[in-house]
Structures are given as structure tokens and as C-alpha cells.
């Protein structure tokens, strides 16, 4: 059994700045590409930021130059960190990660509750 567990979200102004963090646990072998996506009222889930577990890192164009994603592969846990927020980032933000429970078995998609975040104008 596989959890991921997300924190940070909160409501706050537009320019300041949040850290969101999402932890996995369980039966993990090994983590490949953690990610970020969002979901604002009405609109479909997309995209916001990827980070593969050597580093290399996947941007939306609208958060480019703002958000960053980390991750601590010791701690199984990766980073969004948010600054310059604006009212048209609010949503409910969702962790992914891509786990494989052994050596050699496929990855599957997993996926956290979901943490919202409202910025106000």
C-alpha cells in the first residue's frame, strides 16, 4: 500500500509565497518522476511542474520563473515552492508519483488527496 500525503496549501495574497510538500510511504522500491498538478473550479487537472529523480526538471509556461520543485529521494518526499502567487494560480493542487513496489516490477501512477490553495487579489 502506497501513500502520498500533502501539505502546505492555505490561503494567501497575490505576490506573496507558499511551500507545498507531498510525502510517500509505504511499500516503495523506488520513486521515477514526482509531480505537481492543479485543478481549478470548472477546469480540467494540468500540469504544473515535474521533476524526474535525477533532478531534471518540466515547467508549465504560466509558472515558469516562479515555482520551483525539489525532492529529497532519502525522504521520498518532493517540493513545490510557490512565489509571486496570483489569484489565477488558486486551485487544488495534487501530488504524482510514479512507484515501483520491487526490483523489476512496472512503476504505477499514485496519486495524494489534494491540498488547496487560494490566492486572494
Known amino acids: 500500500q502506497v501513500q502520498l500525503v500533502e501539505s502546505g496549501g492555505g490561503l494567501v495574497q497575490a505576490g506573496e509565497s507558499l511551500r507545498l510538500s507531498c510525502a510517500a510511504s509505504?511499500?516503495?522500491?523506488?520513486?521515477?518522476?514526482m509531480g505537481w498538478y492543479r485543478q481549478a473550479p470548472g477546469k480540467q487537472r494540468e500540469l504544473v511542474a515535474l521533476?524526474?529523480?535525477?533532478?531534471?526538471?518540466n515547467y508549465a509556461d504560466s509558472v515558469k520563473g516562479r515555482f520551483t520543485i525539489s525532492r529529497d529521494n532519502a525522504e521520498k518526499t518532493v517540493y513545490l515552492q510557490m512565489n509571486s502567487l496570483k489569484p489565477e494560480d488558486t486551485a487544488v493542487y495534487y501530488c504524482?508519483?510514479?512507484?515501483?513496489?520491487?526490483?523489476?516490477?512496472?512503476?504505477?501512477?499514485?496519486w495524494g488527496q489534494g491540498t488547496q490553495v487560494t490566492v486572494s487579489s
Open positions: 509505504g511499500s516503495i522500491f523506488s520513486i521515477n518522476v
Open positions: 504524482n508519483a510514479e512507484i515501483a513496489y520491487g526490483l523489476g516490477s512496472p512503476t504505477k501512477s499514485y
Open positions: 521533476i524526474t529523480r535525477g533532478g531534471s526538471t
